[in-house]
Structure formats: structure tokens, C-alpha cells
């Protein structure tokens, strides 16, 4: 899913020590992630349900690897 939207993160991230950057990069990009599929776009509530489900799934299969 592809979103045009404004985003201030970049701008904010020179903000961050330099060692803290790309964590919070991958945590800001999980969420930014969730919040499209959850209200962006023309999909169904059941379809977000389900997208969102697929995501929750990938993401307990990463803490477990």
C-alpha cells in the first residue's frame, strides 16, 4: 500500500543522537505501517481487520526467529 502523505520524521530524526537514529526509524516505520493500513486508502473494514491480522502474524513470527 502506497501512501502520499506529508512526513515530518525525516526532519525530526537530525533531531536523535546518531546512534539511537535507525532504531527509532524502524520503530516509526512499523507505525507509520499500522496506520495506513488501518485508515488509508479505499479498503473494507474487513479487509483492514484482515490486513492488520496479517501484519500481527509477520510480526509474532519475527519474535520468535
Do not use: C
Not at 501512501?3 to 524502524?26: C, M, T
Not at 495506513?36 to 496479517?54: N, V
Amino acid at each position: 500500500m502506497t501512501v502520499d502523505h506529508y512526513e515530518n520524521f525525516p526532519v525530526a530524526s537530525i533531531l536523535l543522537p546518531k546512534h539511537l537514529r535507525r532504531a527509532v526509524e524502524i520503530i516509526y516505520y512499523f507505525a507509520r505501517q499500522a496506520d495506513d493500513i488501518a485508515d488509508e486508502g479505499d479498503l473494507s473494514s474487513d479487509e483492514r481487520l484482515a490486513m492488520l491480522a496479517e501484519f500481527r502474524a509477520e510480526l509474532k513470527s519475527l519474535r520468535h526467529r
